[in-house]
């Protein structure tokens, strides 16, 4: 089971530890309309950006609480606009979280006593923390969503930059992979089955609890660690195969038959449905592939190689009739990078193995046969792979990097309208800064808005 964790997971546990630990006075420090800033908000967030040695530009005093007022006049907008929260996704995401925490700090009662709260309390906080984010974001989205740049406005925006102010574009490069699954013999597949039935009788029999035999025996260790559970999850979120047989349980005494997926076989416990999410616990086991069916899959792939290097078939042939990687076959092999969308690749970003073998070689080569581990399915598997093409790093080029540019280009009017849309907003908006708190170099002029405001 995937468990989709950003990196700014540890960013949110570092904030949660700092509200826990918080004993700053509720003095106010500004108002944005009737929502006031306290101290203590201000505090918890620098000790957040401290914890994780994110860089202020400027005065933490002063920097903070103007991004908190940003955040405010947004979160004002998303209430006029009366921008609905998709709570299914915002809950979902609180549960990973605090499944997370659990996981770290060994369990819920450990949890609660670092936050010096009980768990209800923690998942209402960061509820409310994703559903400001989604509500800004929405705001955000609204106001910039015909945002597009032409090719005109990419070049004279590419024209006007600085050869400073351009992006350092590390090393890239553009492969094609061949993949083969292993061949895993029936008997193999039979036994990883009467594990889990034997399993599932403990189970239903009362003999053993689900969570334990979880503990003991899953091959899925994200989930592992906590006995199997996934926390609550949609649909969309979940392996077909799982969601179809997870929706379907209403007992949660009895565990479902052995299901299939991509990732191996599995049975599931039901704990909980709310409307369109599902909590369950599952044990997965991956059937074990031998030496001999390696070096079997490895022998078939040879086979493919040479005749690519004979030129009896073309690598792009090849990866369609013959590659099982589902990502890549009906792209003619080429492998697509999900962080950006296109077929390059830095270096850090390629499976371990195949970043190997693509270092040692150069454009147009085609690599011998080696075992990787799909990094979806965690599973073993053989692969060619074929470096078609290697970018040196470079500073970003129009030519070269014309995506790149276009990002940036529309960033730029984004932050345009943002920022006049900010201008506007102020002007409708009570503001009021306290005392100590306005001797400041602010990005927007508050302190006049505030005068005007309260006069």
């Known amino acids: 089971m995937k468990h989709r964790f950003f ?33 203590s908000d201000i505090e918890e967030q620098y000790q957040q950006a401290l914890s994780e040695r994110v860089p202020i530009d400027g005065n933490p005093y002063c920097v903070i609480p103007e991004q908190m007022a940003l955040d405010k006049l947004f979160l004002d907008q998303a209430r006029i606009d009366t921008v609905e929260v998709q709570q299914s996704a915002i ?61 005109a406005d990419v070049r004279k925006y590419y024209n006007g930059l600085s050869r400073d102010s351009l992006p350092y574009i590390p090393m890239q490069v553009e492969t094609q992979i061949i993949t083969i699954n292993p061949v ?40 592992a660690v906590y006995g199997g559970e996934t926390g609550f999850q949609s649909k969309s979120v979940l392996l077909p195969e799982y969601a179809t047989a997870a929706f379907n349980l209403n007992d949660n005494k009895r565990v479902s038959n052995i299901v299939e997926t991509d990732d191996g076989f599995h049975i599931i416990q039901l704990i909980e449905k709310r409307g369109d999410r599902i909590n369950t616990r599952h044990i997965l086991l991956r059937p074990k592939v031998s030496d001999k069916d390696l070096t079997d899959a490895l022998t078939r792939l040879d086979s493919v190689r040479a005749d690519i290097m004979s030129g009896k078939h073309t690598f792009d042939e090849m990866a369609l009739y013959i590659s099982q990687d589902k990502d890549s076959r009906n792209n003619n092999g080429n492998m697509l990078n999900e962080k950006n969308h296109s ?11 195949v970043g190997k073998k693509v270092s040692l070689m150069k454009p147009g080569e085609v690599s011998e046969p080696f075992v990787m581990i799909n990094p979806k399915t965690r ?66 002029d508050w302190l006049r808005q505030g005068e005007n405001a309260g006069k």
């Open 379 to 444: 599973r073993e598997q053989v692969a060619i792979v074929k470096l078609v093409k290697r970018i040196d790093g470079h500073k970003a080029d129009l030519a070269e990097d014309y995506m790149i540019i276009k990002e940036m280009c529309e960033a730029s009017e984004k932050e345009k309208i943002i920022h006049d849309w900010v201008i506007q907003k102020q002007k409708s908006v009570y503001v009021y800064i306290e005392e100590g708190w306005r001797n400041c170099e602010f990005k927007y």
């Open 91 to 151: 809950s979902s995401e609180v549960e990973n979280r605090i499944n997370f925490f659990i996981a770290n700090l060994g369990s819920k009662e450990k949890v609660e006593e670092y936050f010096r709260m009980p768990i209800a309390r923690l998942r209402d906080r960061l509820n409310e923390m994703y559903s400001d984010q989604y509500c800004i974001q929405q705001v955000q989205s609204e106001l910039t969503k015909n945002v597009k740049a032409t090719p």
């Open 7 to 39: 990196s700014a997971l540890m960013l949110m546990f570092a904030a949660l530890a700092a509200l826990a630990q918080n004993n700053v006075a509720e003095e106010v420090a500004w108002v944005i309309g009737d929502e006031p800033i306290f101290k």
């Open 343 to 353: 077929s390059r690749f830095e270096m850090a970003d390629l499976p371990a193995e």
């Open 184 to 223: 895993i013999p029936q008997q193999e597949i039979d036994e990883v089955k009467a594990r889990l039935r034997d399993y599932a009788q403990q189970v239903n029999s009362g003999e053993r609890e689900f969570s334990t035999l979880a503990i003991l025996y899953s091959q899925d260790q994200s989930t």
